[in-house]
């Protein structure tokens, strides 16, 4: 641990620099939180969430949770303040509290404010400190929804007197898949069981059905590019270009991942196009006056999916690794993903193998499917039922982790 103790101190200018970052940027962070300064919380059950995401995923788990100890109370941790306000807007029951940053006196300090004694942690967010004074102090700790890509693994492998500590620290791993498992266990996990994704248990709220944003954009080609990154909405902008010229009401709804970039994208997609509109400025009525919407709101996603006729999952044009892929195929959508999709090589792979989905391996291919797609309407059909089916037969995760952990 004193390696990572001694990196944490080589990197405190980068932390203070994103927390001052979040402090400016939303009004609503409340950077002492950080610092560990925690008013006094009770609960039965702390959820830790990296960000928006994890908050989405962890939903369908909460809410059966929530069926089965009504009187039980919940404190949810995040890192971001975008998670913050997605926790606030979906589980306005919770407690919220920003999860302390690893530094070992931040975390007693918060521990000491909390009185708790079982810990889950969405994904594979593992704080070295965090877990080891959790531990000491009585938590216990399971890790839902657990994944490990081969890339993660073989860095973690390097650096196995860090790790091998680290990953013994939980009580139990419920991973994602078996190959996730395989992982855990050779990087020294206690135990590790395998209980599927708990994303695919993710309901589409009845809000979305409800707004019916594509019923609103009429007949026109549309298409979303979900959860981009810099360095892929360029190409993005580029492919629909080319769909102009074959389809010139084709809509692209570009959806960047992270609300930093929401201006800066504009900024891209006013280079290439003259009809440019904000979602937050621009109501749905309007959207056929322009050629791109840039989607600047945040846990709008499954609108944003629902009201396209092909979803492009961003992060898998560029090494980031991809994102879920299951939101556009629980809403029957034909899929498009890049090279890049280790973050969910399983159920990716998976999904291609069944026909759910389309890799396109780089700009020209992806290109040629989007333009050949927007004229076949029976085709895109297909490829979204077959998503939607493949979606609704690995659903059923939750469950089984509310069976493997004791929540009393």
């Known amino acids: 641990m004193w390696l990572y103790r001694s990196l944490l101190v080589l990197l405190t200018p980068v932390i203070l620099s994103k927390i ?9 962070y409340r950077a002492k939180e950080a610092f560990g300064f925690w008013p006094s919380v009770e609960a039965d059950l702390w959820i830790h969430c990296a960000s928006v995401g994890e908050v989405l995923a962890v939903r369908p788990l909460v809410l059966q949770w929530r069926e089965k100890y009504p009187t039980q109370r919940l404190l949810i941790t995040t890192m971001t303040p975008t998670g913050a306000e997605q926790v606030v807007k979906t589980f306005p029951f919770a407690e919220h509290r920003y999860l302390p940053m690893d530094w070992r006196s931040s975390v007693k300090r918060a521990l000491k404010k909390l ?40 860095r973690y492998q390097k650096f196995s007197a860090i790790s091998r500590p680290l990953f013994a620290l939980p009580d139990c791993f419920l991973a994602h898949a078996q190959a996730d498992a395989v992982r855990f266990d050779a990087l020294g996990a206690k135990k590790v069981l395998v209980t599927g994704s708990i994303k695919f248990d993710l ?22 590019g979900g959860s981009t990154h810099q360095g892929e909405d360029e190409m993005l902008l580029r492919v629909h270009k080319a769909l102009l010229q074959k389809y010139p009401d084709a809509l692209l709804v570009l959806v960047p991942r992270h609300p930093e970039r929401f201006e800066a994208v504009q900024a891209l997609a006013m280079q290439s196009f003259e009809r440019v509109a904000l979602r937050t400025q621009t109501a749905l009525d309007q959207w056929a006056n322009f050629d791109v919407v840039i989607g600047d709101s945040m846990g709008e996603l ?18 980031r690794g991809g994102h879920n892929p299951i939101e556009p195929a629980l809403l029957g959508k034909a899929i498009l993903v890049g090279p890049y999709t280790f973050n969910f090589m399983d159920i990716t792979e998976q999904l291609l193998q069944v026909n759910g989905a389309i890799r396109c391996q780089d700009e020209a291919q992806l290109t ?32 089984r982790v509310l069976a493997e952990i004791d929540f009393r």
Not at 378 to 383: A, V
């Open 115 to 154: 009185t708790c004694k079982h810990l889950l942690i969405v994904e594979t967010e593992l704080w070295p400190n965090l877990l080891q004074l959790a531990k000491q102090r009585g938590l216990r700790v399971e890790v839902v929804n657990a994944r490990l890509s081969e890339r993660s693994f073989q």
């Open 368 to 399: 040629k499917v989007v333009v050949d797609l927007a004229g076949q309407s029976s085709q895109r059909f297909r490829l979204g039922q077959t998503a939607l089916r493949f979606a609704e037969k690995n659903q059923g995760a939750v469950t």
């Open 302 to 319: 499954m609108y944003y999916y629902q009201a396209s006729d092909m979803a492009f999952v961003g992060g898998s044009l560029i090494k």
């Open 20 to 28: 001052r970052r979040f402090k400016k940027t939303y009004q609503h």
């Open 203 to 224: 309901a589409v709220p009845p809000e979305v059905f409800q707004a019916n944003w594509r019923r609103q954009l009429g007949s026109r080609f549309v298409w979303v």
